[in-house]
């Protein structure tokens, strides 16, 4: 098993963790007729899940964050809104701990106020990473003129990425509370990301999950796309639809010799508590590195290198 301290002077730059805040599990709730009466639905969540919430103060919940991070040597992480809605729980985390924090947002832009919302997430509240689910909000990333002229804001705003979630999507907190996900899959082809990346070649695009189950789909677009790069994160159980035995070095291997290592971005894809920062997942992924033949220069890139030079961020926390 290794540990994050046999990195040497390399630093861990997690690029895919989710901010679980008070306010996120209170607009999850509300989304369910179960907690329509309670007096508490949070706590009712966490005494149904067994998860332990959130304080109401997304500062305080940041500081258990930073606990969490500093407790498994992580010098940073960027965290994600996981609900459009919930921008400004992330933002107190990033004016919190701006050099230890690095601000996402999920976000619809099919609402009729989606750029005034963009503008105030980047502005306002100093986010870096807008994140699009298009088979969750049910529009074509590809076709969509909402998404090209938010586009054009993030395009003037130096240090920003653009997250498109690709290939198979369930959210497990959501089956947890028998939240009906009516998730259109057909909108999830790193295809569509392609199109869009390719008119916008100053812009960064992350997609995540090595594609969620389209990882050859997500190779093409990416090779013929410069400006695509792949977050790594989660336990990859897409590999499961494949049809043939496939193991994560393979995926790893491959993905190294189409891209390069400066292409991948680690990730754990980390959200709630007791679990806290995932650190099996940094294990089978630093096995699965090691197996494919990455150097330790290559692995430093993938860890940390490659996400703090797209974002500009500081070497050192």
Avoid at 88 to 102: D, Q
Avoid at 201 to 221: D, R, S, V
Wanted: glycine fraction near 6%; include cysteine.
């Amino acid at each position: 098993m290794f540990k994050t301290t046999d990195i040497g002077d390399f630093e861990i730059f997690d690029a895919h963790t989710h901010f679980f805040s008070h306010r996120f599990f209170s607009m999850l709730a509300g989304q369910s007729p179960k907690f329509s009466q309670s007096a508490d639905p949070v706590k009712e969540i966490g005494a149904m899940t067994g998860l332990s919430m959130p304080p109401e103060d997304p500062q305080e919940f940041a500081e258990h964050w930073i606990a969490e991070l500093n407790k498994h040597k992580v010098s940073r992480a960027m965290m994600m809104a996981s609900l459009p809605g919930d921008e400004e729980s992330v933002a107190a985390a990033v004016r919190a701990f701006p050099n230890r924090i690095t601000g996402g947002f999920f976000f619809n832009p099919t609402v009729s106020d989606a750029e005034s919302i963009a503008l105030r997430a980047f502005d306002q509240f100093g986010l870096k990473v807008i994140c699009f689910f298009p088979a969750m909000h049910k529009y074509s990333f590809g076709d969509s003129d909402a998404v090209r002229s938010v586009l054009n804001l993030v395009s003037e705003r130096p240090g920003t990425m653009v997250f498109v979630h690709c290939g198979a999507l369930s959210v497990g907190i959501r089956e947890k509370l028998n939240i009906p996900s009516h998730f259109d899959l057909r909108k999830s082809s790193p295809l569509e990301v392609h199109r869009i990346a390719a008119e916008f070649p100053a812009l960064n695009f992350i997609i995540p999950h090595f594609g969620a189950g389209t990882f050859n789909e997500t190779m093409m677009a990416a090779e013929l796309c410069p400006n695509i790069y792949i977050d790594t994160s989660g336990s990859n159980r897409w590999i499961r639809y494949l049809p043939v035995e496939v193991k994560l070095e393979d995926i790893f291997r491959r993905a190294k010799e189409l891209l390069g290592a400066d292409r991948l971005l680690f990730g754990t894809d980390s959200s709630f508590f007791p679990r806290g920062w995932n650190s099996d997942i940094f294990n089978l992924q630093m096995e699965a590195m090691k197996k494919a033949g990455f150097s330790m220069e290559e692995i430093g890139k993938v860890l940390g290198g490659n996400l703090r030079r797209l974002l500009a961020t500081p070497d050192h926390y």
